[in-house]
């Protein structure tokens, strides 16, 4: 009889009878987006895609020999003359312009996150204003606020100092990378179980000692596949940096473009390899994100 009672429950296995809800229906509720889903796409594209990307940009020049008069010979070694230009002067560029953003991003964004969990009511206040600012900034907004903002030249103790525009680049790509590793920062100490910290306050740990010694050690592993992922976003955005005249893949790739005249039929194959360059830098990071998610993923 209990039994047969249990299996029809008002409100859950059929209707109400009041108007008072019994139970509510459980839903899976999110904080925002999900700071992965770039990634995560990322990396759910199938290892052959290179391949076929390749492919389109190989079959290109034939499918236009039609409309133009430049052999497919002809564009293929237009574009093999530039390469070495346009990945040794540009792409290794790019790639170092990511690595100091993301350098100096981490550092201050480690400090930030700190600052949110701070006991102090002013401090936690401050960062989390810096926090939010640029985390919710559009990048070439504020790249363009740091070209202005800075000074081309500096006088310190009697010499000047130039800063050239691809370091203020730096500096601006590492502002939205600061706010976001904050982010990533105070999320990963705040998922550390409260009895982490209970514990430590037992063995008269200072809070110091408990944040350095138990609390951030756990944190490394959860907040490096989220860092994989910004880095591989940062690597991406580079290209905003064209439009401040830093001379970097896009901007190269267009100098050459120039120097050979501005022909459309070259459109294609000059950007395709700029874009087949970044898929074969980020992909690999994306898959090797996933896989540290994964690998460090709490088991319940």
């Known amino acids: 009889m209990a039994s047969r009672r249990l299996r029809h429950l008002p409100g859950v296995t059929g209707a109400a009878r009041t108007d008072l809800p019994v139970m509510k229906p459980y839903r899976v509720s999110t904080d925002g987006p999900d700071p992965m889903l770039t990634v995560r796409w990322l990396a759910s594209l199938p290892p052959w895609t290179p391949v ?40 290794v560029f790019t790639v170092l312009i990511s690595v100091l953003a993301m350098l100096i ?50 006088e310190v103790l009697g010499f000047e100092i130039s800063v050239p525009a691809w370091l203020k680049a730096v500096f601006g790509l590492s502002l939205p990378i600061m706010a976001n590793i904050s982010e990533i920062v105070r999320g990963a100490i705040q998922s550390v179980p409260t009895a982490q910290w209970e514990a430590s306050e037992s063995l008269a740990f200072s809070r110091g000692q408990t944040l350095w010694r138990i609390i951030l050690p756990q944190c490394f592993k959860r907040m490096i596949p989220p860092w994989m992922n910004w880095y591989a976003i940062l690597t991406m955005a580079t290209p905003l940096c064209s439009i401040l005249g ?43 994100t996933v896989a540290l998610e994964r690998r460090y993923a709490v088991k319940l």
């Open 52 to 91: 076929v990307l390749l492919a389109l940009a190989l079959i290109w020049p034939t499918i236009t020999l039609a409309q133009t008069q430049m052999t497919v010979v002809e564009a293929w070694s237009t574009l093999f003359k530039w390469v070495p230009f346009i990945v040794g002067s540009g792409f």
């Open 105 to 154: 991003g981490t550092v201050l964004g480690a400090v930030l996150g700190l600052a949110q969990i701070s006991p102090n009511k002013l401090t936690r206040a401050f960062a989390w204003s810096v926090t939010q600012l640029f985390r919710n900034s559009p990048w070439l907004v504020l790249l363009f606020v740091v070209l202005l903002a800075l000074p081309s030249n500096f």
């Open 246 to 288: 830093v001379e970097e893949t896009i901007t190269l790739t267009q100098q050459a473009l120039e120097a050979e005249n501005n022909r459309p039929d070259l459109l294609v194959p000059f950007y395709g390899f700029a874009l087949i360059m970044f898929f074969v830098y980020c992909y690999p990071i994306a898959r090797w």
